[in-house]
């Protein structure tokens, strides 16, 4: 099956649930339903086609604000009463001219058609699962409250909770999921960074077919690398994990001397949720809206909430394990003054600590770092970047709080300053390494070049990209620097691309195959010369892969892998550890560029 | 930054390095774009290290053997556990590395290269370089000009005191105001403090 047919599978569920509440028989309707490029509220696409295509929603809309449906076992019920909002802008700039009433073509989507969310449970913070060999965890996604700035709606949870519980086991154990779906549309969880077996690696129609709503899985749990790893749902990402579905899970190593000495664990997950003052902006129904560059929210959430704190003695070490789940913001994340140490990232340690200002994480990455508090007081933890004002086309800067250490006056009476200011060198993560060196200097065997093709964007949209395309593109976007064309994209008009150099073949069309025991070296060009080009997360599936290079400057310190940053019109060289039979994903981890086809797979066989 | 500040800024950059900002801008003129098939948006190239981001140097033919100079700078993220390179306020920290050709050598002083902040005030010496040769820094900033400047000393501590022989600018210099373009061609860039 296809992605386009994938995302026409979950846009039907959720078109059941949005418009057609009041149909009779809708179950034997639903071969019936309408493709989703027609389930536009209010199209902006003026031509004749398009005005028919109108008429005919407005009638459906009526109808679909009446009553309720049973979809399943579960029971939903909509007000209708969900319209799009133009979501609010960092730096405030006109309305496109023409385009100043012009919603997405794809309708707008809230959590059980954002109904009053009291009678629901309130979602409760995060627990630990501490979790031995072959035990099992009762998993569900299912509908929550949550209150976030002061807003109550609904959202989704794992076990009630935000985030997902944090689901620690030993390396080299396997813990078994009992996953149930009870939120409105199809799910999978997929165990991100996990080299498990392929089975369990929750991609709808490639290991798995989707969990439909009040249906089961059971997933095993392998858990072949120490490190922090993540869970979430492997269809309409931008949506469900947006909603709060994700997790993570901390493997423990069996040495006592793996990381160096600190005195405290903290997890952290940094996210981002776009909201204005009457809640969160709707997502996309049938298909994900901010297409271009991926929804960025305008509210920092860590652990899922605004207020993130914690409480250390004067001079405590602190691990901090830290994920990014937003859907596209890469994070420059800094301690305050506080001095910060960079320990290890996806899969493995670094080959070496080192000593940095602050972190930079992308989508879906992880890293581990330690920082010494030694000054009381309070530190602010922030995202600090160089945001763009597309419209006056001028940088400025952005500072806002992710959250706050209180460092006590008291100070810690097990001092690890010796420790902390020792940078450790990770013989093991070398002399593991030292297996693949041979393969660095090898001519790439595969290339891919990430780009992407637009269509029936709105003309306003197609020129401001051009003046732009012409111009400058960062590196990295760091903010939504063009909230309305953005947001006005939907991946019904965006096609983001990885495409073989080789063979011409783009996305699902691409087949690798490999043998277990494969060390392959692949080259992604970011296009810079499209008419949008974007920087993208590369995540890989059940292996494991190092950086070799950037724009051909070696890599010194090397750390395994599972997504990295690859910056717009830079070259990257990966080797990836092919040891894991099965057919695995590689995709964009930018949840709408994911959903706009931005995916291959590969297969990798028994020998 | 304020309107004015900016509008100097790009007029700066633009002066710098002899072109027209509106020249370097594709002509989209008339309101439709129909001649843009969904295909014509990809342009395919080569999986080799772009030129993007690169600094085309022009000579600013002052100084005589300087007429026919031509130069590139380039920029590659400094090194970084991330991959890539950004400073705790969010500015990418870049290697720039420059090489110039065509040049012949003074007959007194020598030819030095600068990065420059746009503000003129904030300046990086690359260093003594001639034809065929590569000078290196880091640079922070989000937009900076290159220059390369005939000077008397050699001394690494010297300041930037002769005359400008060659000068390009940063890719990001060339991000620019939408007012009065594109979809906002009736927007007065005016109004936002541009002329
Ligand atoms: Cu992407």
């Given amino acids: 099956m296809s992605i386009r047919q994938r995302s026409l599978w979950v846009g039907l569920f959720l078109l059941a649930g949005s418009c057609f509440d009041s149909l009779p028989g809708l179950s034997a309707q639903r071969g019936h339903t309408p493709e989703p490029s027609q389930v536009v509220k209010t199209s902006m696409l003026l031509d004749e086609q398009d005005a028919g295509q109108m008429e005919s929603m407005e009638q459906m809309d009526e109808q679909g604000q009446m009553g309720m449906m049973h979809m399943g076992s579960v029971e939903v019920l909509g007000d209708g009463n969900v319209a799009w909002r133009m979501p609010p802008m960092d730096a405030p700039m006109p309305p496109l001219p023409g385009l100043e009433n012009a919603v997405p073509t794809v309708g707008p989507f809230m959590v059980k058609g954002d109904m009053d969310p009291t009678g629901f449970p309130e979602a409760r913070p995060g627990e630990i699962v501490e979790m031995d060999d072959g035990e099992t965890l009762d998993l569900t996604a299912s509908i929550v409250q949550r209150t976030i700035n002061g807003k109550t709606f609904l959202m989704y949870g794992y076990n009630g909770q935000y985030p997902g519980p944090l689901i620690k086991g030993d390396r080299g154990s396997t813990v078994i999921i009992n996953f149930t779906n009870e939120i409105e549309m199809p799910t999978t969880v997929h165990w991100h960074g996990l080299r498990l077996d392929n089975r369990f690696d929750g991609v709808p129609d490639v290991t798995q077919p989707p969990v439909l709503v009040g249906q089961s899985f059971t997933y095993e749990l392998y858990f072949r690398d120490t490190g922090i790893y993540w869970y979430h749902p492997h269809m309409r990402e931008d949506l469900q994990q947006d909603l709060g579905l994700y997790g993570n899970m901390l493997v423990m190593p069996p040495e006592n001397d793996y990381y160096g000495a600190v005195n405290r664990e903290e997890v952290i997950i940094l996210d981002d949720l776009l909201m204005d003052e009457q809640g969160p902006i709707p997502w996309g129904d049938t298909a994900p809206s901010h297409a271009l560059m991926g929804r960025f929210g305008n509210v920092l959430l860590v652990n899922g909430t605004t207020d993130y704190q914690l409480e250390v003695d004067r001079g405590e070490v602190v691990r901090f394990y830290i994920t990014n789940v937003a859907n596209t913001r890469t994070f420059n994340m800094v301690f305050g003054g506080a001095r910060v140490k960079v320990v290890a990232s996806d899969v493995s340690k670094f080959e070496r600590e080192e000593w940095v200002e602050s972190v930079v994480i992308a989508p879906a990455e992880r890293y581990v770092v330690e920082v010494q508090f030694d000054e009381p007081g309070e530190v602010e933890l922030t995202n600090s970047i160089q945001a763009i004002d597309d419209f006056m086309g001028e940088f400025y800067y952005q500072l806002k709080s992710l959250g706050r250490v209180t460092v006590r006056d008291t100070t810690t009476t097990n001092d690890l300053s010796v420790e902390f200011k020792t940078l450790r060198q990770h013989d093991d993560v070398i002399n593991d390494i030292d297996g693949y060196r041979d393969a660095f200097g090898r001519e790439p065997d595969h290339q891919l070049e990430l780009t992407l093709r637009v269509q029936n964007l709105p003309t306003p949209i197609m020129r401001a990209l051009e003046f732009e395309a012409g111009l400058f593109s960062p590196p990295l976007e760091w903010n939504d620097a063009m909230p309305m064309m953005n947001w006005l994209s939907s991946t019904e008009q965006v096609q983001w691309i990885l495409r073989d150099a080789d063979t011409g073949q783009e996305n699902m069309e691409i087949e690798w195959r490999f043998t277990v025991g494969d060390v392959v070296k692949i080259r992604i060009f970011n296009n810079p010369e499209t008419i949008h080009p974007m920087n993208h997360p590369v995540h890989l599936h059940g292996q494991r892969y190092l950086v070799l290079s950037i724009d051909g400057v070696p890599n010194q310190n090397l750390v395994w892998k599972d997504t990295a940053i690859v910056p717009v019109g830079s070259v990257v060289d990966i080797l990836a550890d092919m040891d894991n039979p099965g057919t695995w994903m590689l995709h964009c981890h930018i949840a709408e560029h994911l959903d706009a086809g931005m995916m291959m797979s590969f297969s990798v066989n028994e020998q | ?195």
């Fill in chain 2, 1 to 195: 930054m304020s309107f004015l500040r900016a509008m100097v800024l790009a007029t700066v950059l633009a002066a710098a390095v002899g072109i027209s900002l509106a020249a370097a801008v594709p002509s989209t003129t008339s309101g439709t774009i129909s001649s843009l098939s969904p295909c014509s948006a990809i342009i395919s190239a080569p999986p080799l290290p772009s030129q993007y981001y690169g600094i085309e140097m022009v000579t600013t033919r002052r100084v005589p053997g300087t007429g026919r100079a031509v130069g590139t700078g380039m920029v590659n993220f400094a090194r970084s556990p991330f991959g890539v390179a950004v400073s705790p306020s969010g500015r990418y920290v870049y290697d720039l590395s420059l090489s110039i050709d065509r040049i012949k050598a003074p007959r007194r002083g020598a030819y030095t290269a600068w990065a420059v902040a746009p503000d003129l005030q904030d300046v990086v010496r690359l260093g003594v370089i001639e034809e065929g040769q590569v000078a290196s820094a880091r640079v922070t900033w989000n937009k900076f000009l290159v220059v390369v400047t005939l000077e008397s000393s050699t001394e690494p501590t010297a300041r930037w005191h002769g005359p400008v022989v060659m000068r390009g600018m940063s890719r990001s210099g060339m991000m620019h105001t939408l007012a009065g373009h594109g979809p906002y061609e009736n927007e007065a860039c005016l109004k936002y403090g541009f002329k």
